[in-house]
């Protein structure tokens, strides 16, 4: 088990910038990957980006080019750094640990990216 803790979201401009972060209760190293996710409203949860445990990413394409995952396995962290915000990408944002030997995934509370003028 671990519990995930997400922050950094907020209100932004279009072509803004965040960075959001997930604080785990314990040591991310072991986890098969991290990652973050998205829903908007009246939409499904998707895959933003991902990293496994040797550091792989990978994006889902809106995002590419924007986003970049990145970890701290010190700090038991994972970040998305978040540039050239558009509205699309409004949506509460979920962190997630993707255990290694079953892929069980669990979840923090998300954090709320609003992008709007």
């Known amino acids: 088990q671990v519990q995930l803790v997400e922050s950094g979201g907020g209100l932004v401009q279009p072509g803004g910038s965040l960075r959001l972060s997930c604080a785990a209760s314990r040591s991310i190293v072991s986890f098969y990957a991290m990652g973050w996710y998205r829903q908007a409203p009246g939409k499904q949860r998707e895959l933003v980006a991902a990293i496994g445990s040797g550091g792989t990413t990978n994006y889902a394409d809106p995002v590419k080019g924007r986003f970049t995952i990145s970890r701290d396995n010190a700090k038991n962290t994972v970040y998305l750094q978040m540039n050239s915000l558009t509205p699309e990408d409004t949506a509460l944002y979920y962190c997630?640990?993707?255990?290694?030997?079953?892929?069980?995934?669990?979840w923090g509370q998300g954090t709320q990216v609003t992008v709007s003028s």
């Open positions: 997630a640990a993707t255990r290694t030997y079953d892929r069980r995934q669990f």
